[in-house]
């Protein structure tokens, strides 16, 4: 199966190892992400305002890449994802933005929504199946007690996301047993690290992320997964009592490919 | 030269619950339309076969509209749903013949639209008017 | 030529009758030319190697006349179904016009049948033979000692030109192999009518009608008119009448006609082909179905026993009589 | 021939201002079939009807046409003159030339002609009248009433009060319905089951009340006044006529580990089990979900220790049918599901529970034995939070929830609120508000109570977030008047969850032919003069099925359903609209047509041997119009494509005969 | 009531596309707020000012740079008002002014440190300055 891939700036920066389990991982599970030509970044936030159109452009193009090659729309990061999903939405539903949209960037064929676009969890879930994950598996995570830490970006808005429950999601709880390790069921899990402020208002991003770290712990986790380099930066940097990992670097010592990939 | 004056004559078919009783708002609130206007009371506008319909062009009628109960609102459920597949079709087809389109009408007229069935009478009469005699229509024996 | 032979249906017609699987067989008869074939009952084998008739002339749909010959054959009947006529064969069963228990139906390709009309404006008048058997059409005329040779497909009746559905819908059999139904061509005539101005509209349709004679012979054919009594019959109904006297009747005629079997309608085009006047009714028929369509959605009368007309079906939200005129503007 | 006689109503000056009513009446004298023509200053009067009656024995008048206000007016009155004037009220029609002639032109020349053009149109149609007389059809002196909540015991009691046989139909195994789960009631705080289980008893005993418990209705046939019921009797596998109840079975069912459902699983049951000790039928019932000898036939000893012998492995679901006049709704409500509103924890913490969990967790028969104890570790909750209008006052937008309010959650939350303080008063409770709605008699006073006697805390704002962690419940909420955000260490949530329809409602519904709104809720024939009856005659609504609603509201509409409900079991033959539709079996074809359009079921048809004209005969399927349940509407008319179908008082022929006389 | 703002109002509304009047005033939005401390005026109080057309106040605040576009109000608003589209959409009408960029880039080097991902960055720019 090949896939259209959107790694993110994160991804090649300060993220990369997000990026390198990542492809390693897809390999194993016979699957090509292919990176889209010259993307660039998705601006790392996506604007509800219906007259900002210029900053969704780069969204646009990758959305339209993929759709040229008749492929889904895979991406690792969840504000990429996040803001690439909603940017799609906006072009099925608000026919004005749409028009906007092709006239700026001009393109042979107008661009209308026709792609699908999946979170590399998604992927996992939709397109490989976690029952063919836990057939791959060779190394077990057997004993981990590990919390699922979603964040907002990959659940909200939930009309436009619809990855899962917003308020009582199990895809990466799913993800968790399929690497063969025990979920951790706690309330913070979507609650907001204060990501977005990390910069703005280090004392609120602390808080925010302190609680989280603090309901994890306290509901027994011994390690938290996330899929956000921007969570992970704020829950670490704001001293998470316990270890946060991206949730590809667990797949790839599930699968076995932790040590021969170049992070 | 004097020539008579044309006055079209319009039959109007209106279900019992929804719109004979709009007309009668109309009246009760003194909401003038044309007297060319002649009410026939069914109990539902799914009442009113098509038939009736060529049958009043036939005698020479050069307007037929059919009024009934807003549809959701029907007395009977859903007597207007089919009214509006049956008339839809037929007034599809006489336009298909070739026969003026503004001739027929269907108009949804609740009980309390009395000024609505006033402005709707006042509005297909003029269109009506406006087409003059019915020629493709009419059956010359039977004209006045 | 068709594909399956006369001796092939006369065989399961004769070892049908012959194992008692059924009574009667419903085919058709040679009439007084070879192209003027005619609907018939045998009750024999000999009787069928006698008569019995298989051609590019046999377009009759026997689906009507199992109401009649259901109720008077004792044990069932076998009747030939082409793919067209079963349309009309479930159509009437949704109406219960007849007991389905009394019936064989045996299902028989159809290769298309010609158009007489076509034909002579081809061979000329006066034919004395017409031969279906070889890869062409041989007409003998009575002025003329070689036949001449037709290529069957220059002279296809429009309604198989735009063949519908090559598919049975029903039968106990089938002999050959079933066909798709086919996305023809068939409301195209009715679009370029709808393209008109009303005034032209009006002109074609004075025209064409003007020319009926109320022979009722759509009306007799259509197995959608199975009615005990019909409108036309009655002179209650207010639109009893014998004759068009005026315009006005030749309209109210067709237009009723039409209406009465909107949404039952098949399109199996019999009233097209045995108007003497060559009026095409079918593009009437044809209007209701591509109206029918395109207001409430695909919707093919007896492809199903049993589906829900949509003269008698209705969603909320159709759409309104005046909004008729808007799609058709655009 | 008709001999008609033409009466023109001046209506004071109200039609005589604009249309000239003599010249009308000298037009009408000469249309076929006019004998009589004449006018009055008012024809409704004494004087005028007297003028009517007089008319018809001195002219021998057959019909008569009365040119006057609109029929939708005096139709009745004039129909009541020609009765007592000795011809049928059928022969009467009115010609509308007040409200739609001379109200609305106001020239005497064209308000005349119309006049008489109206007139012609009324002569017309009478010429072609025929005498109607109305269908009767016997009343089944029986009632069924389906739910045996409180809704449909009250309902049953009023019934069989006045002396008619009822049944009940109940899905679970005993009558009681959601008002045996609670504990108190407000405003007046009686114990729920105190004022609840007399009332099952009075049931139980009353011998013109039977009780299908474990059951549900199949099938619905017939009509207003007789109805064929199907009722499926689910196997319970215990004989209900031997089974004593003493609980002998249950105690010893090895198989105990089966979710409470009276209990909202709270607390587990045996796989034979009695629901609650006052159930009534007080019989037991065997649960083959859980059963061990019913599953692998590995058991048997409930049948060892049932000294009456009651115990039936064998017991098949029993389908009975019965013949009904009427029939009562009462399927009442459930909580919906929290899923979708897990930022509350519903279902990541034991401790946060539904308000209906809360009333089982107050109870004395409940899990607890009315203990307040939470239900993670059965620990006394010191702070409590309840949450208002969850799922409540969505907007369909928001793609959860529903669009209205559930009404009763403001009463019970400040009951459960109270009821906490009182019995515990170390105990600090929340209620968090959008609106406090307490419309009710003594209702408001209830909830300033709760606030002012027993120390409620009533904050107005929401509840956002609750965070489970540790032993607390982290409840993070906005209190607006204060502006400012809170948190709350609370030990025990719970959330006023909005009501729905049950889900037997919408089948049910279908069989009936009754209608719903979009949330299934059934739909009351005039929301506000007819709130106990469904637009479907014969069919009527109690209690919470017809929308949210309280104990006292819920017994007040099952009395105003009953009192209906008798109205018409006291008639012996209900009297139908003559202007019906009705099928000429000559012309009619059996070709279904007409009975798809039916809104009422009325067609039916049957087979019948007609005579042909070679003498032979033929079996023939015909329609057959049941004029008990035709409403007259005429859509089969039209669908007919023979035109056998005719509707009576509106035939073909008379409406062509007055498009013909307007046309003229 | 005369309403000085309305243009501006109108044109809030209309980038957010925001219906303030579908709100019932439940709190919820504010009650699920994770910003709501730091903030000066609230996301119940940004639909209910901006509906009533005290917008001011809400332009000069340091609210709108609190909000972390979490969408939590949005998801979980009864009434499907989704506060946070008005957040936004009022505090791109403060910072699209001349000059008035919340976010400079002179600023910017003394926040960072070594680990902090361009993501930080790239967003902080489009939500604060333009």
Known sequence: ?263 | MQVKEYKPLIVAFCCNWCSYAGADLAGNNRLSYPADVKIIRVPCSCRVNPMFVLRAFQRGADGVILCGCHPGDCHYTSGNYYTRRRMALLFSMLDYLGIEKERTRVEWVSAAEGAKFAATMNDFAEKVAALGENKRLEDLRCKR | ?330 | ?664 | ?130
Request: glycine share 6%; net charge negative.
């Open chain 1, 1 to 263: 199966m090949k896939v259209s891939y959107f790694p993110g700036c994160t991804l090649k920066t300060k993220a990369k190892e997000l990026d390198a389990y990542a492809r390693k991982c897809a390999e194993v599970l016979g699957v090509t992400l292919e990176e889209i030509e010259d993307w660039q970044c998705c601006g790392g936030v996506f604007s509800t305002s219906r007259d900002e159109v210029a900053t969704k452009l780069s969204s646009v193009r990758a959305l339209k890449a993929a759709n040229d090659k008749e492929q889904p729309l895979v991406t690792v990061c969840s504000a990429c994802h996040n803001v690439i999903k909603q940017t799609n939405h906006q072009v099925q539903t608000d026919a004005e933005f749409a028009d906007k949209v092709n006239r700026y960037m001009a393109p042979e064929a107008p661009y209308s929504g026709e792609t699908a676009v999946y979170h590399y969890l998604e992927m996992l879930r939709d397109l490989v199946g976690f029952d063919k994950i836990k057939e791959k598996v060779v190394n077990p995570q057997t004993g981990k007690k590990i919390a699922a830490y979603y964040g907002c970006l990959l659940l909200r808005p939930n009309k436009v996301m619809q990855m899962d429950d917003p308020e009582n999601p199990s895809i990466i709880e799913d993800f968790i047993r399929a690497i063969g390790a025990q979920p951790v069921i706690y309330a913070s899990r979507n609650e907001c690290c204060g990501g977005y402020v990390t910069m703005e208002s280090p004392e609120l991003a602390k808080k925010k992320s302190n609680a989280v770290t603090g309901n994890a712990a306290a509901a027994g986790a011994e390690m938290m997964v996330t899929a956000c380099p921007l969570c992970r930066y704020n829950l670490v940097k704001n001293g998470s009592e316990i270890p946060v990992v991206y949730f590809t670097e667990l797949l790839a010592e599930a699968l076995g490919v932790k040590e021969d990939t170049n992070a």
């Open chain 3, 1 to 330: 030529m068709q594909k399956i032979t006369r001796d092939q249906l006369i065989e399961k017609a004769a070892s049908l009758l012959a194992n008692g699987t059924v009574s009667c067989v419903l085919g058709w008869q040679k009439g007084e030319f070879d192209y003027d074939i005619t609907p018939a009952v045998f009750d024999t084998e000999d009787e069928l190697k006698a008569n019995f008739v298989w051609n590019d002339f046999c377009g009759a749909n026997f689906s009507k006349y199992l109401v009649s010959k259901t109720k008077k054959c004792e044990g069932k009947i076998l009747v030939f179904l082409k793919a067209c006529d079963t349309y009309s064969f479930n159509q009437l069963l949704t109406e219960h016009r007849f007991d389905r228990e009394k019936v064989y139906a045996v299902g028989i390709p159809c290769e298309g049948m010609a158009d007489i009309a076509k034909v002579k404006a081809i061979a000329g008048d006066g034919i004395s033979s017409i031969d279906c058997s070889g890869e062409k059409m041989a007409v003998t005329t009575i002025y003329e000692d070689a036949p001449v040779m037709i290529d069957a497909k220059d002279v296809l009746a429009e309604r198989c030109v735009n063949c519908k559905s090559k598919k049975h819908v029903a039968y106990d059999e089938l002999m050959g192999e079933d066909g798709d139904v086919i996305d023809s061509a068939r409301f195209d005539e009715v679009a370029k009518i709808e393209a008109m101005t009303p005034d032209e509209r009006f002109a074609f349709w004075q025209n064409e009608l003007s020319r009926c004679i109320r022979c009722n012979a759509c009306r007799d054919i259509c197995p959608a008119c199975t009615c005990e009594k019909c409108v036309f019959d009655n002179p209650n109904s207010s639109v009893e009448n014998k004759s068009p006297a005026n315009s006005f009747e030749e309209k109210m005629f067709h237009i009723i006609r039409a209406f009465h079997v909107a949404g039952r309608c098949t399109d199996c085009g019999e009233c097209s082909r045995v108007c003497p006047q060559h009026i095409p009714l079918h593009l009437l028929n044809r209007k209701f179905i591509k109206d029918i369509d395109s207001f409430y959605g695909d919707y093919q009368a007896g492809a199903e026993v049993g589906s829900r007309a949509p003269l008698v079906n209705y969603t909320t939200d159709d759409l309104e009589p005046g909004e008729v005129f808007e799609r058709g503007d655009n």
């Open chain 4, 1 to 664: 021939m008709q001999r008609i006689g033409v009466f023109v109503c001046w209506c004071g000056s109200n039609i005589a201002g604009t249309v000239d009513v003599q010249a009308v009446s000298d037009a009408l004298k000469n249309e076929p079939g006019v004998v009589f023509s004449t006018n009055y200053q008012y024809m409704c009067s004494q004087a005028g009807q007297n003028m009517i009656k007089d008319a018809v024995a001195e002219h021998k008048l057959t019909g008569i046409v009365v040119c006057s206000c609109s029929p939708r007016m005096h139709e009745a009155t004039f129909r009541k003159t020609a009765a007592a004037a000795g011809i049928n009220p059928y022969m009467v029609e009115i010609a509308n030339i007040r409200e739609q002639c001379s109200w609305v032109h106001k020239d005497m020349v064209t308000g005349t002609e119309k006049a008489i053009i109206l007139g012609k149109a009324a002569v017309a149609k009478v010429n072609l009248n025929t005498p109607l007389t109305p269908g009767e059809s016997p009343v089944t002196k029986r009632a069924l009433v389906i739910g045996g909540g409180i809704a449909g015991i009250q309902t049953a009691l009023d019934i069989a009060d006045a002396g008619f046989p009822v049944d009940i139909v109940e899905k679970k195994p005993t009558i009681g319905g959601k008002m045996a789960q609670l504990d108190k009631t407000f405003p007046t705080l009686d114990c729920a089951a105190c004022i609840l289980t007399p009332k099952m008893v009075d049931v139980a005993q009353n011998d013109k009340i039977r009780i299908f418990s474990y059951s549900e209705v199949t099938d619905v046939k017939g009509f207003v006044g007789n109805f064929d019921v199907t009722i499926k009797k689910h196997a319970r596998y215990v004989k209900e006529d031997i089974c004593t109840g003493c609980g002998a079975c249950t105690e010893k069912c090895p198989m105990k580990k089966v979710p409470n459902e009276f209990n909202l699983g709270m607390d587990n049951r045996s796989a034979i089990y009695i629901p609650f000790a006052q159930a009534v039928p007080k019989v037991a019932t065997i649960d083959p979900n859980y059963c061990n000898m019913l599953k692998n036939g590995k058991c048997g000893v409930c049948s060892k220790v049932c000294a009456a012998g009651a115990i039936d492995y064998k017991q098949q679901d029993e389908f009975i049918e019965e013949k009904y006049g009427a029939i009562v709704v009462a399927t009442g409500f459930n909580p919906i599901s929290m899923d979708k509103f897990d930022e509350f924890a519903y279902n990541q913490s034991k401790d946060v529970i539904t308000s209906l969990e809360f009333e089982r967790l107050t109870n004395a028969a409940g899990p607890t034995a009315g203990k307040l104890l939470r239900p993670s570790d059965l620990k006394h909750p010191h702070t409590i939070v309840f949450v208002q209008c969850v799922g409540s006052r969505c907007d369909a937008c928001a793609e959860k929830g529903k669009e209205y309010c559930s009404k009763i959650c403001c009463m019970y939350t400040a009951k459960h609120a109270m009821l906490t303080r009182d019995k515990y008063p170390d105990t600090d409770v929340y209620v968090f508000y959008i609106d406090v709605r307490t419309p009710g008699k003594n209702f408001d006073e209830f909830y300033r109570r709760a606030v002012e006697e027993y120390g409620v805390h009533y904050i107005k704002g929401m509840v956002g977030k609750v965070t489970p962690e540790g032993d607390k419940l982290k409840v993070q909420a906005s209190d607006l008047l204060a502006n400012k955000q809170l948190h709350i260490d609370a030990d025990l949530v719970v959330l006023a969850a909005a009501i729905e329809p049950d889900k037997s409602a919408r089948p049910l519904a279908t069989m009936l032919t009754a209608s719903m709104d979009t949330n299934d809720f059934f739909t009351e024939a005039h929301p506000k003069l007819r709130p106990v009856e469904s637009p479907t005659a014969g069919v009527f609504l109690s209690g919470a099925c017809q929308g949210p609603k309280d104990i006292p509201e819920t017994v007040s509409q099952a009395g105003a359903a009953a009192s209906k409900v008798i109205g018409l079991l006291a008639k012996d033959k209900l009297t139908g609209n003559p202007c019906v539709a009705s099928s000429n079996e000559l012309m009619c074809n059996g070709c279904s047509t007409c009975e798809r359009v039916c809104p009422y079921g009325a067609i039916t048809y049957e087979n019948k041997e007609f005579r042909m004209p070679d003498r032979t005969t033929a079996i023939r399927r015909i329609a057959v119009v049941n004029p008990a349940v035709c409403q007259g509407c005429g859509c089969c008319t039209v669908a007919c494509p023979s035109g056998a179908m005719d509707l009576r008082g509106f035939a073909n022929s008379q409406i062509i005969a007055e498009v013909d006389a307007i046309c003229k």
């Open chain 5, 1 to 130: 009531m005369h309403n000085k703002n309305q243009y501006l109002q109108e044109e809030l509304l209309r980038t957010s596309g925001v219906n303030p009047k579908k709100c019932m005033r439940c709190g919820k939005c504010s009650a699920t707020c994770p910003a709501y401390d730091e903030m000066e005026y609230h996301p119940h109080q940004f639909v209910n000012m901006v509906e009533s057309g005290d917008i001011e106040p809400l332009l000069n605040s340091k609210s709108l740079y609190r909000c972390l576009s979490c969408f939590a109000c949005i998801d979980r608003c009864p009434r499907g008002v989704e506060p946070a589209k008005l957040v936004e959409a009022v505090r791109l009408a403060a910072i699209r002014k001349q000059g008035a960029n919340h976010l400079k880039a002179d600023d910017v080097p003394a926040m960072l440190d070594d680990d902090i991902p361009q993501q930080a960055l790239v967003s902080a720019f489009r939500k604060y300055a333009k």
